[in-house]
């Protein structure tokens, strides 16, 4: 009997509407992995079921976990980019609901991931999950399923929040997980299909034909920084940052390549550009076995400094860098502890990413607690000046994990899960119920209206389209004006 199910809910419909089919991303679920290999080296059995990459429903999934007949079902929510944990929770209720109910509760079930991490209490108070994992939860899912068999008593189970006499009680968390290369060695990939796993479109514009060939790559857990928009750290309870060695990531990707035929690789760190030293170590493994490979990974304005660093990462096939610039406003960056760089610096930066010919993935936020109508206007003519091969527009969310979200209730501002509010799904950028952090100057309604605005302007603008054609082909534009001929349905509209 299978020890432990693994379960990706179905959230893409409901969080992307109809961007869902062409355009957004298929993700592997990386967590889920290196759990599973975690799990195996135990002496466990344990399966992945990714209902995304299946394109399941809610209730075929229900079926399929029946099916399987788990001894435990572990409900692992998180998103595409590092914040969107919260918006997937809608959907892992809702499984879990239905399975429930067609298996007369027979099931322990556990929900983890970033949300459940910043609100254990509220998620299980919100049901439908028999449990809650706080923290990495690699011997929370360890020990509960010794509980299953009934070695050892419940509450020696860590970071488990659960019912005891109808009261929610919690066991301590576990510390963090040190040697990543011993516990944490590699993604179990042969649970899964990897050809049904899809990049996001804009990294595979030199090929879209290829957008198949995609896996993900964990390189380090963790970010120093302290932005207060970013809930990231809820399930490390800290601000430190941990590594795989240098010869760890290299032994994956040659897993990759040389197993799975993989090109496009996303490293999801919530900060890969970071240690000069760890990230040439990692470049140089990779060019001394001259792969053809497309990698994106993220950055700071002010982790770009390093020469040596961009030419080894360029080399090495790292051909776009996202960054986090977030505003033109060095005010409003200011108020949400994002670096402590000028708008000179933006400008400088960026030139020299663009002279070692990356493209730049450049991501910026609209309506953060300082921003009026005037900032995030000249944020959105920040993005056209800069004009980089991609831009992610974000309306600001107070995601919860975030200082963000613990201001938002202090001060009693109107939040998603709010009584008369839309609830977790809310907290998605792309849906219908949609709902984005009001400031004090312009309402959540406004700040939605000019993200969905700064998005069509910003993809249908001549510079920008005449920049793509020269750089990667007609047919990307061709691509790119049947994405934004796909509107996004809005709540308050």
């Not at 990231?232 to 010869?247: D, V």
């Not at 977030?326 to 670096?339: I, N």
Request: glycine share 4%; proline share 5%; net charge negative.
């Amino acid at each position: 009997m299978v020890d432990l199910l693994l379960v990706t809910p179905p959230s893409r419909k409901k969080v992307y509407q109809n961007l869902s089919d062409d355009f957004a991303a298929i993700e592997p679920p990386v967590w889920s992995g290196l759990i599973a290999q975690y799990i195996s080296n135990k002496d466990y059995e344990v399966i992945i079921l990714d209902a995304e990459a299946e394109h399941f429903n809610y209730l075929q999934t229900a079926k399929k976990i029946i099916e399987i007949n788990p001894k435990l079902v572990c409900f692992a929510i998180y998103g595409q980019q590092p914040s969107a944990s919260t918006q997937c929770m809608p959907g892992a209720m809702e499984t879990c609901k239905l399975l429930n109910e067609h298996s007369d509760n027979k099931y322990p079930t556990i929900v983890i991931g970033t949300h459940p991490s910043a609100l254990p209490k509220r998620t299980l108070e919100d049901g439908p999950f028999r449990y809650v994992g706080k923290g990495e939860c690699l011997e929370t899912i360890e020990f509960l399923i010794e509980f299953t068999k009934g070695s050892i008593e419940i509450n020696k189970v860590p970071g488990l929040y659960y019912y005891a006499e109808n009261k929610v009680v919690s066991n301590k968390t576990s510390a963090l997980i040190s040697d990543l290369d011993k516990y944490l060695p590699r993604q179990k990939l042969e649970l899964l299909d990897m050809s049904k796993y899809k990049a996001h479109n804009w990294h595979a514009f030199h090929n879209l034909n290829s957008r198949n060939s995609y896996a993900s790559l964990q390189t380090s857990l963790g970010c120093p920084f302290k932005c207060t928009f970013c809930c990231i750290n809820a399930p490390f309870e800290s601000n430190q940052i941990r590594f795989w060695s240098p010869e760890n990531v290299i032994k994956q990707i040659d897993e990759l390549v040389n197993k799975y035929n993989i090109k496009n690789i996303k490293i999801p760190d919530e900060m890969f550009v970071l240690n000069p030293k760890q990230v040439i170590e990692i470049c140089d493994k990779i060019i001394e076995r001259n792969y053809d490979l497309n990698f994106w990974a993220y950055a700071r304005i002010d982790t770009l400094q390093n020469r040596e660093m961009l030419e080894k990462m360029k080399k090495a096939g790292m051909h776009w860098i996202a960054i986090g610039i977030e505003s033109a406003s060095e005010h409003v960056r200011d108020g949400v502890v994002k670096g402590r760089f000028k708008f000179e610096d933006i400008i400088k930066t960026v030139d020299r990413v663009k002279e070692y010919d990356y493209n730049i993935g450049a991501n910026y936020i609209f309506g953060l607690p300082d921003d009026d109508e005037e900032s995030m206007r000249n944020t959105l003519d920040l993005a056209k000046e800069i004009n980089s091969e991609w831009a992610n527009f974000y309306s600001a969310m107070a995601y919860p994990g975030s200082a963000l979200h613990l201001l938002a209730k202090k001060n009693k501002v109107k939040l998603p899960e709010d009584e008369d509010g839309p609830g977790w799904i809310g907290y998605s950028q792309h849906s219908y119920e949609s709902m984005p952090l009001a400031t004090d100057y312009v309402s959540s309604e406004e700040v939605l209206n000019f993200r969905d605005n700064a998005f069509d302007e910003y993809f249908t603008n001549s510079s920008y389209l005449n920049m793509i054609e020269k750089k990667f082909g007609k047919n990307v534009v061709d691509h790119l004006n049947l994405m934004t001929s796909k509107k996004l349905n809005r709540a308050h509209h």
